[in-house]
């Protein structure tokens, strides 16, 4: 990507006529705690595999570590330790680097890092090269400032020896030095061979806030031009010479293998090339893409069955809910006082379903396996973790596989995964060719790592004065985190994924026990990281359940909150800026509701208030969102309202309409008829409000995610009367029990909303 002129800022009333629903990172686990010594682990300074890195990228001849290079032309190159799926992270980390570094934005030219965890490794989730979990600019928000400081240090220096100055007497502005008291100017690329012989800073003076001029403005999008004018290339737009195309099917059945394959058709066809095979899939390999599926579709295939032939959602759900009722329990939060307490009981259960991905480009993977040597060309969050999968599969050296990073047409934590890159080197490697092989958008729903499936039971007790005096919630689904990152889990096997936003309550209560019962999927039902996996199920269960014993207790939900909160708190702040951005209280017409849910995930605090009208028929109308965030310092106000948005939408969409169900032991769903996303005439208003904040950033990619689904929920609460404990919304209770429909319609309001 070439620099261009993004200094402009964007007009926020053109903002608001776009309907965005792009943004895309999942993942849900943060596995070290705090910013403190995790930080440090991404080192502004040189270290040891920064100079082979620099090598690579041309030998710039000022490389101060390993995220800024500066050429002799004055090039300014700026290396992304994350991946741009969206989600707007190149512009941020660019902002951080810039606002230190002394350079504007249209300044930088940006590139993809090479796979290296020593270099490029994310603190907070164990040191290895990840995108995932709302982390990036949390994570990194110290140390990339801090590198950008130490370079521009580093040429001040070269310039004041050329001066014979006193650099405290020279100041940076636009790439450019100027000392002081003599109006000297000198470029950084004029200084960038000398900068490179100062000796490196120990300790770096970082800006102060009230002295930023590139953090805090609403700036355009580093990518944006060259994905408006179609230059920019992802993972599906590459070319390597000699490429051919792969089109595969994975067994149907999960956990089903491959049979006898009659590929006497295809092989006949005009470009088919090759037809592959491995335990439990086929490719078909042509000229095209197109010619490889027609070809794929000529096959005669058998399948061989496996574990799960019979498996379908009812049985998974009855082992849920078994385990719920008799499997072992891990606490993940003790209550201060007594387990159980007196008062009025209330008590509920949730179903949570399992979600696909479905990012909007197809998975895919161009692989060039040759003696002792794998590329493979693909957009990925775990660069290192498909070189290892790689080197495994081709029995050599990690640092014999060349993984090129590519920009992602949306992640959503699915391409936190290498199933796709591995199976893509496993084809590979029985052709002497680049091979591309891409998933159909029904292979990739079939064979996606969902989110899994939850059940949770949930009870409180309330006082005399509506308060809850106890509060108990067992969970109980399968782990992400036991399989993907197992050296992660607690020392006692705790997830802790599956209880966040659960065990860490806005709410000011002490009598609150959390439980996690695990209960494993069957072979062959991999779950994954979801745009926001733990909270955006919990978050779901606690908000509604609030919501619920605000309606016991005669209280009005959104005062019940407020009552329920410490004054003063983040929390609060976000939920009184929505109810006053949205109305809160304003007389609605009949069958409207509005709802509202508020939550702290991923370090910041969010509220929703979701206003909905249902029709008479069951269907569901979104009229108006307010989200309110507190995500601490703001980088650039645009990415966070972009974010907020493409969130929001993002869960209203999954709660809305989605769920990944099987039937004798595959799944159903397979395309965006059946597994759809909110058409633009469907998308409500949106508006975005941000509490001013000088804490350090928060997360905030799934931040909007995470909070829909317990907003929409219960906003229909407040339309009907009926409380969703399932999802997605299912039009059939709205729709049958039309005496409560009517009852609204008369203007006989349920408890909810009672504006």
Known sequence: MNGRPDLDVIDPNRRRALKLTGG??????????????????????RQPGDEAAAAADGKPPFAPNAFIRIDADGTIRLVMPTVE??????????MMLAEELGVGLDQIRVEHSIPSDELYGQALLGGTQITGGSTSTRGQ????????????????AAAAARWKVDPATCTVARAVITHGPTGRTLAFGAVAAAAADMPQPTQVKLKDPKDFTVIGKPLRRVDSPDKVNGTTQFGIDVKVPGMKFAAVRTS?????????????????????????????????????FWIASRGLEALDIEWRHGVNEHLDNETLLNGLKESSRTGPALVGRKPKGEGAAAG??????????????????????TVHVTPGRCDIWTGTQVPTRAQAEAARICKIPVDAVGVHNQYLGGGFGRRLETDQVEQAVAFARQVGYPLKVIWSREEDIRHDRVRPLYFDRISATLGADGRPTSWKHRITSGTVLGRWAPGAMGKDGMDSDAIESAADLPYEMDNVLVEWVRHDMPPGLVTGWWRG????????????????LAHAAGKE?????????KPGSRALGVLDLAAEKAGWGKPLPPRVGRGVAVGSPFGSHVCAIVEVEVSPQGQVHLRHAVVAVDVGIVINPSSVEAQVQGGLLFGLSAALFNGITLKDGMI???????????????????????????????????VGTAIAAPALANAIFAATGIRLTELPVSRTPLNASKDVLNDVTDGVRPAGDRA
């Open 252 to 288: 149907p059945e999960l956990a089903g293998t491959l049979g006898a394959v009659d590929d006497t058709k295809a092989r006949a066809m005009a470009g088919v090339i090759d037809v592959l095979r491995l335990d439990n899939a086929v490719a078909v390999v042509g000229e095209n």
């Open 24 to 45: 895309g990172l999942a993942v849900a686990f943060l596995w070290t705690a705090g910013l403190g010594p995790a930080v440090a682990q991404m080192s502004p300074r």
């Open 668 to 702: 159903e769903q397979s395309n965006f008829h059946d597994y759809r996303t909110l058409r633009i005439d469907e998308t409500p208003t949106l508006d975005v409000h941000v509490v001013k904040s000088g804490e350090s950033p928060g997360g905030l990619g799934e």
């Open 141 to 156: 928000w110290q140390s990339l400032r801090e590198a950008g400081a130490v370079a521009r240090d580093m040429l001040v």
């Open 85 to 94: 799926m969206g989600q707007a992270i190149y512009t941020g980390i660019c």
């Open 557 to 565: 939900p959104l005062a019940y909150r407020r009552s329920l909160m």
């Open 344 to 365: 009025t009981p209330v008590e509920m259960t949730f179903v949570s379903p399992m979600l696909a991905h479905a990012p909007m480009e197809p998975l895919n993977a």
């Open 533 to 548: 996996v733990g909270p955006t199920h919990n978050l779901f269960v606690v908000e509604s359940f609030v919501d619920q």
